[in-house]
Every structure is written in structure tokens, then in C-alpha cells.
Nanobody, 127 residues
Framework: QVQLVESGGDLVQPGDPLTLSCTASARTFDMLVVAWFRQSPGSQRELVAAINWNGATYHIGNSVKGRFAISRDNAKKKSYPQMSSLEPEDTASYYC????????????????????WGQGTQVTVSS
């Protein structure tokens, strides 16, 4: 079973950068599709970014394009959302998700399609 743990959430000011980390306990991490979602109270879970097994970015959400990037280090079994120019609207719990793959797409925007999830890490953007 794959275990995912997020870290790096913090209270930051508008305009600040922040990098989160997802660490996986999986022998086959390099074969997993990895995605990051976020969810704020009263809102649906939103796909932030998705990355394939060899590090190519599949997707960056429209709300964060130009400000967020995603990378992964398979040797360290980690994935990193790199966030810049943070805004109060970015305040949310951020979740790492992964799956062995999908039958009809390279990634999915549907949270229910992902098998493995971390517990979330809180990012709060406020002055």
C-alpha cells in the first residue's frame, strides 16, 4: 500500500512563495501519476497540478497558472508544488494524491479517481 505524507504548509503573507512536499513510502513511486489538490471550507476539492512518472507536467490549474509549478524527485520519492505570488484565495488544505494510472487518460481532474491520498497540509495566506 502506498502511503503519502504532505509537509510544508505555513502561514504566509500575500506575495510570498512557498514550496510543499509530498513524501511517499512506495517502492514503485516512479511509476505513479502524482497530483495535488486543494480544498477550502465550503468549496469542492480542486485539482492544482498533475505530473507524470518522468516529471513532465500534465496540468496546472487555471487559477494558479503562472504562479504554481510541480516537480518530482523519484530518487527521493517526493513531489513538490512550488508556489509563488501567493494570494489569500490560495488559502486551503493541500493534498497529495497518486495513482498507478488511468485507463482512458494521463491524469484525472476527479479526486475520486485517485487511489492514494495524504492527510493534507494547511496553507494560509494572510497579512
Amino acid at each position: 500500500q502506498v502511503q503519502l505524507v504532505e509537509s510544508g504548509g505555513d502561514l504566509v503573507q500575500p506575495g510570498d512563495p512557498l514550496t510543499l512536499s509530498c513524501t511517499a513510502s512506495a517502492r514503485t513511486f516512479d511509476m505513479l501519476v502524482v497530483a495535488w489538490f486543494r480544498q477550502s471550507p465550503g468549496s469542492q476539492r480542486e485539482l492544482v497540478a498533475a505530473i507524470n512518472w518522468n516529471g513532465a507536467t500534465y496540468h496546472i490549474g487555471n487559477s494558479v497558472k503562472g504562479r504554481f509549478a510541480i516537480s518530482r524527485d523519484n530518487a527521493k520519492k517526493k513531489s513538490y508544488p512550488q508556489m509563488s505570488s501567493l494570494e489569500p484565495e490560495d488559502t486551503a488544505s493541500y493534498y497529495c494524491a497518486a495513482d498507478n494510472g488511468f485507463s482512458d487518460s494521463y491524469y484525472s481532474t476527479d479526486p475520486s479517481k485517485y487511489t492514494y491520498w495524504g492527510q493534507g497540509t494547511q496553507v494560509t495566506v494572510s497579512s
